[in-house]
């Protein structure tokens, strides 16, 4: 009948819109790991951790990579020579010509590794987005052994 077959149409329409909303949920709930400028929530707060550079620094390396003038935060401190699990270390770039961090560098040890990103926006009311990561930074960042892979030294 007619009206039978316009009352199954009706019915999947209403399971795909089921369906969108969950999906929606779901896109809700992987955000909240994110802070709403778009970095990671790990690093919620990082203003406010101790500095391990002296004074906000423009020196670039050796071996050079982050332009700008910059700062770096740690949320833990070293014990011994290592960095503990969990510990985040963020680089603040105010990128030359700007006065707004412009890009974030964050290190973050887990399981007794470092894992590292870069984020980038181009006006200080966008969202952070990935510049770069990975293998990239730890190939570098290998120059830095002896201080746990950390170049800058309180
Ligand atoms: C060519 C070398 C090189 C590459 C590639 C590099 N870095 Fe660095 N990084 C440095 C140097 C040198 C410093 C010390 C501060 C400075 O000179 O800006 C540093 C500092 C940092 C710091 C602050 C902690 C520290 O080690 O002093 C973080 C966080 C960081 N980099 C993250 C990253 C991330 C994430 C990437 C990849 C997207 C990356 N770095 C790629 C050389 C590099």
Same mark, same amino acid.
């Given at each position: 009948?007619?009206?039978?077959?316009?009352?199954?149409?009706?019915?999947?329409?209403? !399971?795909? &819109?089921? %369906? #969108? =909303?969950? +999906? !929606?949920? &779901?896109? %809700? #709930? =992987?955000? +909240?790991?994110?802070?709403?400028?778009?970095?990671? +929530?790990?690093?919620?707060?990082?203003?406010?951790?101790?500095?391990?550079?002296?004074?906000?620094?423009?020196?670039?390396?050796?071996?050079?990579?982050?332009?700008?003038?910059?700062?770096?935060?740690?949320?833990?401190?070293?014990?011994?020579?290592?960095?503990?699990?969990?510990?985040?270390?963020?680089?603040?770039?105010?990128?030359?010509?700007?006065?707004?961090?412009?890009?974030?560098?964050?290190?973050?040890?887990?399981?007794?590794?470092?894992?590292?990103?870069?984020?980038?926006?181009?006006?200080?009311?966008?969202?952070?987005?990935?510049?770069?990561?990975?293998?990239?930074?730890?190939?570098?960042?290998?120059?830095?052994?002896?201080?746990?892979?950390?170049?800058?030294?309180?």
């Amino acid at each position: 009948m007619r009206h039978d077959r316009e009352m199954r149409a009706r019915r999947r329409i209403i !399971a795909v &819109v089921g %369906v #969108v =909303a969950v +999906a !929606a949920s &779901v896109a %809700v #709930v =992987a955000f +909240a790991s994110t802070t709403a400028a778009g970095l990671p +929530a790990y690093t919620n707060g990082y203003q406010k951790w101790p500095k391990i550079n002296k004074k906000p620094f423009t020196k670039c390396g050796p071996p050079c990579a982050h332009g700008g003038i910059k700062n770096v935060y740690a949320s833990r401190k070293k014990i011994g020579k290592k960095y503990p699990n969990g510990t985040v270390i963020v680089k603040s770039i105010v990128d030359q010509g700007t006065k707004y961090v412009g890009k974030v560098a964050v290190m973050r040890k887990v399981k007794g590794r470092w894992q590292y990103v870069e984020y980038t926006r181009d006006n200080p009311k966008s969202r952070y987005t990935v510049l770069a990561k990975g293998q990239l930074c730890q190939s570098c960042h290998a120059q830095a052994k002896a201080n746990d892979y950390v170049f800058t030294k309180r």
